[in-house]
């Protein structure tokens, strides 16, 4: 990653990583008696790096290319409009053009945005519907900065009272395929929905969009979901697989998909309103600053390292400046990290009630149950799996119906009970004592459950139909003299569609139930 460094002297700079090899550097100014300095640096994961600053060499020569006609490193050559939007992008890797024909990644104003029944996060569908303008006041592009490492272009505009400035910035180094927008916003814009827009040379009816600790594939907008959520990126992948754009972000979390080539992400919403909400008709009033970033790929999300990327954009190296002195750690030291490329360290804490340490980790690929490696800077004295309360999991083998029997018995209750048994009725002949064993055990499980708790029952049978699982489910909660609310029917999912033509393949189903 490349950190920024505050240093308290005034000078030209030498940069040694922790094997004394010189890396790249560039001083961007002074501010407050302190250097602003950009050190190309390698971190290990949740660890730390000694590097050396010394006196001394000269400053190197640009390597990006900037201008107000935009900016050009070892892998994009990025061309802006005379409305200082993004026309062109040209990944010069795979010689390909990320931005659609006649069009340009831009800041996408709405300038109709009715809201009144739950105007602080509902959005119409009619205002994403309508065509948006583009932001063309007092448009000015100045070159922010030039450097071997960073180099920037700053454009201004105006629209009404509102004023932006957005920083579009290429890196060189390990970070040269991330194209950077950092905006600075003071949004004045009343019945007004600002977007940024992606109209991309890919096309794909469906687009990926992360989770947090997994991804969903979505299509275009539809009546009820044209608003969609996402955390740290969303991705879209040209149909046949070969190329891709990731956009990442760092603090937006709404997106639509107008077209099958379009992303836009949602940057500020200030609805028009009225009746008892009438006071929120000015949120989002005031300054705003944050980035999102375009990362063009070969493959799909997996092969261009969206999550990896994401990560790093939103937690970026932090830098600081210490005396020379000793340590027994080294010049370089992690305390975790995963040896296996899709398989992410998503928290490391000091356990609830022990002085253990808790690491939660999620797979990044959607690949599945897999091995997986992990080094940590000690000895592993015991490990054992938790669940996300820190309870132990522990696997037993047992006949499920003696065991239900035995917890009931022993007064266990919890939060949460699966039922989820193979299919017990194979044919029709065996469906009625299937019936039977089916309430049985849901029986069990509904004593099983804390009131208030959730009970998720499922089944794999095709003989047992959803009406007859439901109506097993009502006998078994009157027998268990529980009273249970139906929350949610499932049925099955994209992943296993079933034939119109074969009753047989409509087999899985199941109910999520509040046991009170």
Not at 482 to 503: K, M, N, W
Request: net charge neutral; glycine share 8%.
């Amino acid at each position: 990653q490349i950190a920024l460094i505050l240093y308290p002297l005034k000078d030209c700079f030498k940069i040694r990583d922790t094997e004394e090899y010189r890396v790249p550097s560039q001083v961007l100014g002074t501010q407050q008696g302190q250097t602003r300095l950009l050190v190309e640096a390698t971190v290990p994961a949740a660890g730390y790096a000694v590097y050396d600053i010394r006196k001394g060499g000269q400053p190197k020569a640009p390597a990006i290319k900037a201008g107000a006609w935009g900016l050009e490193n070892s892998v994009y050559k990025l061309t802006l409009d005379a409305n200082g939007d993004i026309s062109s992008i040209v990944d010069k890797r795979h010689g390909r053009e990320l931005v659609a024909a006649g069009k340009s990644i831009r800041l996408a104003f709405f300038p109709q945005n009715e809201s009144y029944s739950w105007p602080a996060w509902e959005i119409l569908k009619k205002t994403v519907d309508a065509s948006p303008q583009a932001i063309t006041g007092e448009v000015k592009v100045t070159v922010a900065e030039e450097g071997p490492l960073r180099a920037s272009v700053c454009v201004e505009r105006t629209l009404g009272a509102s004023r932006f400035r957005q920083w579009i910035t290429l890196r060189e180094g390990a970070q040269a395929d991330r194209i950077d927008l950092v905006n600075d916003i003071d949004w004045q814009s009343s019945n007004a929905l600002l977007k940024a827009e992606f109209p991309l040379s890919v096309s794909n009816p469906e687009a990926v969009y992360d989770l947090g600790v997994g991804s969903v594939a979505r299509g275009n907008n539809t009546a009820t979901a044209y608003e969609v959520y996402a955390q740290q990126w969303a991705d879209l992948t040209d149909a046949d697989g070969s190329y891709g754009v990731s956009v990442l972000n760092d603090s937006k979390y709404g997106w639509d998909k107008p077209a099958d080539n379009t992303l836009r992400l949602t940057l500020l919403h200030t609805p028009a309103t009225k009746g008892g909400y009438a006071y929120q008709n000015k949120q989002d009033f005031g300054h705003h600053t944050f980035t999102y970033s375009i990362v063009g790929h070969a493959g799909d999300y997996r092969a261009g390292g969206a999550v990896r990327k994401a990560e790093v954009l939103n937690q970026p190296l932090r830098a600081f400046v210490a005396p020379r002195h000793g340590g027994v750690l080294g010049r370089s030291f992690s305390l975790v990290a995963s040896q296996t490329p899709n398989v992410a360290l998503r928290a490391l804490k000091q356990a609830e009630d022990s002085d253990e340490y808790v690491v939660r980790f999620y797979e990044t690929s959607g690949l599945g149950s897999q091995q997986a490696v992990v080094g940590f800077a000690a000895q592993i004295v015991d490990a054992r799996e938790l669940n996300g309360v820190e309870d132990v999991v522990t696997t037993t083998c047992a006949n499920v119906f003696d065991l239900a029997r035995q917890y009931v018995r022993e007064g266990r209750q919890y939060g949460l009970v699966v039922c989820d048994p193979p299919a017990f009725a194979k044919s029709r002949k065996a469906l009625e004592n299937a019936y039977r064993g089916y309430k049985e055990l849901n029986l069990q499980c509904m004593k099983l459950v804390k009131p208030g708790g959730y009970l998720v029952s499922c089944s794999c049978s095709q003989f047992m139909t959803p009406e007859l699982f439901l109506k097993m489910l009502r006998e078994a909660a009157q027998d268990a003299g529980r009273d249970a609310r139906l929350l949610e029917t499932l049925i099955q999912s994209r992943d296993h569609p079933a034939s119109l033509a074969s009753e047989q393949s409509l087999y899985l189903k199941g109910d999520i139930l509040q046991i009170v």
